[in-house]
């Protein structure tokens, strides 16, 4: 017996007094996490004299960390030996870790980076907020979202370490609070390289008024230690959206401020108060606009604290920022209001005006003046324009998919592109493949390994070499069998946590991700419907047999989407009560879509869909997740999925829609009464939503959606995201896709070419880009 499983042992007697054979799965992780960090200890340190990237995002969505851990440790096989000489496996560790401090893809995004970083041995820390409460967990009553808190702290954090010894203090106008750092070793695979995220908790300066509590003011003794741990209480649940609420901004910067002075912390205790080096070691890279108020703060903290003068700041934070957009939504790019803004944070608000004053000069010097100043200015119309002040101050920005970065350019940021060209840049988002395939499908995974090796595992352009395959019958019915396999394992977690049963011989159609209007579920349920009444019309009698699964979290506060959920609801209790559909189609939105879940979801999927309306997703990255394990995609030619095409090649996916330059020559002629007027199909689906065919439950939740559809954001503007616009192309895409999928062997094929031309879409790929274009690591 080893060292790791003594310590194992170990840890269960002195932490639980248990036996292996007598513990439970909770002490049994937590003994086998502590030990795989017993093991890395020695290893986990910073190396001097190196360049460190730094990764600001308020969200990182890392997933279960056991068995990644496991596996980058390369402990996971003998913890399941272990495990399993004691009648358990790493598999009863499912139900124990929760996932939840990020959103969507930007969450999700910086826990593929840290991943690949450490896996190059790229020096990568991410820092962002521990919340106590992540993304909040759903379920559905009665077809309606309901929400509860994610208290993923309930089986303890055995991941983290926390360094009291590097606590700071953060001030705002009301409060100054105690950032105390959580660490958490990012694990490269192979154990090479460990990197470290710092996530920061809000506490209180003392713990407890012990005068008030004499004075039995019981209230107010807890009064400002609840308010500190307000700051890092709990993940705003918006996607895509700006909440523009004081919590937030005081969020912000509170990871931002701590961060940077943890940064200056340590390099002080190496340079003292010469900073002419720092740029040299430090690069930060601001995931969207959340962090952006480290700019103002680095200035502040260099000029009020270490006297540097506003030119020495500027160009330090100029050369040592970089910023990641990933959106174009009017509504997402952040705006603070400027008395909110000095109502929380005074003290930086000087700093936006010398930014602001700073930027009128470098205009001037190119030759823009007077009121042609006015579309960049940081403060406008009593707001901070926080991308703004992002691309002006720092030295990069760049978009998460070709398409988009062109957008950037040509629309969304066309001033500042004119004036400043070279700061701009494209870095295509990537995705891990060691979670999103040898840890989610180790069936696909050792089939890939049996025919190439695993070189994959680090260099993702192998998989090339298992396009030739694509062409070998065996190896197609071997891929075949193991989408069923697939498909076996998500019916049997479905029937678990749904009470619903999946046929394993249906074509698997999955739309997973946030719910919004511009991913466009509610084009994929008038779709369904569509099918629905063709089928029951004995229109469409070829249909090969289908589910069409969703995952999907509407932000609470998200009235519209919340709609689209319940409609799908309606339709998935229609359809699947019918007994006419019976072996035919079945509609299944499954609950609480998380990491986990895609990680079932993903592996099982023949068709992938990506139907957001062209120029509205920056990028999508579970469009990649799905390529990678075999499924082809269903979409729409916006973010990657143009990349995606290019990649595998237009015959083995399937295109259908307005592209964007369609889209914009459409704005002035869309009529979508008009759509529903001539046209019975999309009247009878639409019609759905008003005629009595389905109950809301009397909240008049589908009238709004229908008007949605009809009159949009506003009276001048319908729906803006086109749905009708595209429903017949997508209904016609879907067909195609459906018919294809009948010669099993043609369609095996088309799904091995997509996994085999996957390699762009490593976020190995594209770390090394930020680490070499940006950050010069
Ligand atoms: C998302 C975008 O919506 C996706 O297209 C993109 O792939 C990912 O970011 C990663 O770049 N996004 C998000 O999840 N949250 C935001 N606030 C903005 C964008």
Excluded at 248 to 267: C, M, N, P, T, V
Excluded at 400 to 420: D, M, N, Q, S
Excluded at 663 to 682: E, G, H, M, V
Aim: aromatic content about 12%.
């Amino acid at each position: 017996m080893d060292r790791f499983e003594e310590k194992i042992g170990e840890l269960l007697r002195l932490d639980f007094g248990v036996t292996p054979d007598g513990a439970d799965a909770k002490q049994l992780y937590t003994a086998v996490s502590q030990a795989a960090m017993d093991s890395l200890r020695d290893g986990w340190k910073k190396p001097a004299g190196k360049k460190r990237a730094c990764y600001f995002s308020a969200e990182f969505l890392m997933g279960r960390l056991v068995n990644s851990n496991l596996m980058n440790l390369g402990l996971l096989e003998e913890a399941d030996r272990y495990l399993k000489a004691h009648g358990r496996s790493v598999a009863d560790f499912e139900q124990i870790e929760d996932d939840a401090l990020g959103n969507g893809g930007l969450g999700r995004l910086a826990a593929c980076f840290l991943d690949s970083a450490a896996t190059h041995g790229i020096p990568l820390d991410g820092y962002g907020i521990r919340y106590r409460y992540g993304l909040f967990r759903q379920y559905f009553e009665d077809g309606f979202q309901r929400e509860r808190a994610d208290d993923w702290l309930r089986f303890g954090d055995p991941w983290s370490v926390r360094r009291e010894e590097d606590a700071v203090e953060v001030r705002f106008a009301d409060q100054t609070v105690r950032a105390v750092p959580y660490d958490m070793p990012v694990i490269g695979y192979g154990g090479k390289t460990i990197n470290t995220l710092r996530l920061w908790q809000s506490e209180p300066l003392s713990a407890f008024d012990f005068d008030l509590f004499n004075r039995q003011e019981y209230d107010r003794a807890v009064a400002e230690k609840n308010r500190a741990e307000e700051i890092s209480y709990v993940l705003y649940p918006n996607d895509d959206t700006d909440a523009g609420k004081r919590l937030r901004l005081k969020q912000q910067y509170f990871f931002s401020s701590a961060s940077l002075q943890s940064i200056l912390r340590e390099y002080l205790g190496r340079h003292g108060e010469d900073f002419s080096a720092f740029a040299d070691e430090y690069a930060v890279q601001l995931n969207d606009t959340h962090p952006t108020v480290s700019i103002p703060e680095l200035l502040r903290l260099l000029m009020e604290e270490h006297g540097l003068c506003y030119d020495e700041a500027f160009s330090i934070a100029q050369r040592v920022f970089a910023y990641t957009n990933h959106t174009i939504m009017a509504e997402a790019l952040e705006k603070w209001d400027v008395g909110l803004f000095l109502s929380v944070i005074p003290e930086v608000y000087p700093y936006v005006v010398m930014l602001q004053n700073g930027l009128k000069q470098a205009l001037h010097n190119k030759g823009i003046n007077g009121a042609d100043q006015i579309p960049y200015y940081l403060v406008d119309d009593g707001r901070i324009h926080m991308a703004r002040m992002a691309i002006f101050a720092a030295h990069s920005t760049n978009g998460v998919a070709r398409i988009h970065t062109e957008i950037l350019k040509e629309t969304a940021l066309r001033e500042w592109y004119a004036v400043w060209p070279e700061r701009f840049n494209n870095k295509t988002n990537g995705i891990t493949q060691r979670r999103w395939l040898a840890l989610c499908n180790p069936e696909l995974s050792g089939f890939i390994t049996e025919r190439i090796g695993d070189g994959w595992i680090t260099e993702l352009d192998e998989l090339k070499k298992l396009a030739p395959y694509a062409d070998d019958e065996r190896a197609r019915e071997r891929f075949l069998a193991i989408k069923r396999e697939k498909k076996c394992q998500l019916a049997a977690y479905v029937k678990a946590r749904e009470g619903v049963e999946l046929n394993p011989d249906f074509l698997f159609d999955i739309q997973v991700k946030r719910l919004h209007e511009y991913k466009r579920q509610l084009l994929n349920a008038f779709s369904i419907l569509d099918i629905y009444f063709a089928l029951k019309d004995g229109r469409l009698t070829d249909f090969y047999p289908t589910v069409f699964l969703f995952g999907a979290k509407a932000a609470p506060g998200y009235y519209r989407a919340k709609g689209i959920i319940k409609y799908l609801n309606e339709i998935a209790k229609r359809v699947n009560g019918d007994p006419d559909m019976k072996g035919r189609m079945q509609v299944v939105f499954v609950q609480n879509y998380d990491v986990s879940y895609a990680e079932k979801l993903i592996p099982a999927a023949d068709v992938s869909e990506q139907i957001s309306t062209a120029g509205t997703e920056a990028s999508g990255t579970s469009n990649m997740k799905f390529m990678l394990n075999g499924a082809v995609t269903l979409g729409t030619l916006d973010g990657a999925n143009i990349e995606i095409v290019e990649q595998a090649g237009a015959e083995n996916n399937f295109i259908f829609g307005a592209t964007v330059e369609e889209i914009a020559s459409a704005a002035s002629t869309y009529d979508p009464k008009a759509l529903c007027r001539d046209n019975p199909r999309i009247r009878r689906v639409v019609d759905t939503l008003v005629d009595g065919t389905f109950s809301d439950g009397g909240t008049g939740m589908f009238r709004e959606l229908y008007d949605s559809l009809m009159t949009g954001a506003s009276w001048h503007r319908p729906d803006q995201y086109y749905l009708l616009l595209d429903f017949e192309s997508y209904c016609d895409a879907k067909l195609r896709v459906n018919r294809a999928y009948r010669d099993r062997a043609a369609f095996a094929r088309k799904c091995l070419l997509n996994t085999a031309n996957a390699g762009k879409f490593s976020s190995d790929r594209t770390i090394r880009e930020y680490a070499r274009e940006i950050w010069g690591v």
